[in-house]
T-cell receptor, first 114, second 119 residues
Framework: DGGITQSPKYLFRKEGQNVTLSCEQN?????MYWYRQDPGQGLRLIYY???????QKGDIAEGYSVSREKKESFPLTVTSAQKNPTAFYLC?????????????FGPGTRLTVT | AQSVTQLDSHVSVSEGTPVLLRCNYS??????LFWYVQHPNKGLQLLLK??????LVKGINGFEAEFKKSETSFHLTKPSAHMSDAAEYFC?????????????????FGQGTILTVHP
């Protein structure tokens, strides 16, 4: 079955540590995205990638980094510079980059930093 | 700039009664509009989308939405609620904007509406 996988489902880290969240898709989609979800705030865009080897900052990129070395993979690193890293992180992809293309979401990773 | 307002943070209905989740949008350009559903601790699933074709859009699980440009609304409805419909619903707008000469689509999410279905 085609889809998006995110691992792990739950992640716990100590403050000051960097952590990398995995996102893999087998939909052959060009565009990929990372969102952060906090209670009552909808989803906010962290980074997006229109195509392999390219990525752009979203609305809340500070304290995060990404890479897009392969079409199917778009890992997100939460660095120690991110002030409030505890959140639910969602990865998504779309066939192409444009307003008419719906995004397909992975199951999410819940990160807790103490 | 674009924005989305979901008019109710919580909606509660009885099983078998109609569902109405309200969404208003603001956009300077012709938008695409989507409704997504999210069950607890899960990713988002697309219910339906509007991309400037028919204004009444039918989606999965018996949901539909009507695009009303004059009212800038895209309300989600279902004639008869089922217990499995209990979830959080997001209205989303997407427009094509330009950044550095490259056109792209950006999604703007509403705050979400939690739907509770009582037996």
């Amino acid at each position: 079955d085609g889809g998006i996988t995110q691992s792990p489902k739950y992640l716990f880290r100590k403050e000051g540590q960097n952590v990398t969240l995995s996102c893999e898709q087998n939909l052959n989609h060009d565009a990929m995205y990372w969102y952060r979800q906090d209670p009552g705030q909808g989803l906010r865009l962290i980074y997006y990638s229109q195509i392999v080897n390219d990525f752009q900052k979203g609305d809340i990129a500070e304290g995060y980094s990404v890479s897009r070395e392969k079409k199917e993979s778009f890992p997100l690193t939460v660095t120690s510079a991110q002030k409030n890293p505890t959140a639910f992180y969602l990865c998504a992809s779309s066939k192409e980059w444009g307003r008419t293309y719906e995004q397909y979401f992975g199951p999410g990773t819940r990160l807790t930093v103490t | 700039a674009q924005s989305v307002t979901q008019l109710d943070s919580h909606v509660s209905v009885s099983e078998g009664t109609p569902v109405l989740l309200r969404c208003n949008y603001s956009s300077s350009y012709s938008p695409s509009l989507f409704w997504y559903v999210q069950h607890p601790n899960k990713g988002l699933q697309l219910l339906l989308k509007y991309t400037s074709a028919a204004t009444l859009v039918k989606g999965i699980n018996g949901f539909e939405a009507e695009f009303k440009k004059s009212e800038t609304s895209f309300h989600l409805t279902k004639p008869s609620a089922h217990m499995s419909d209990a979830a959080e619903y997001f209205c989303v707008v997407s427009v094509t904007t330009n950044a550095g000469g490259t056109s792209y689509g950006k999604l703007t999410f509403g705050q979400g509406t939690i739907l509770t279905v009582h037996p």
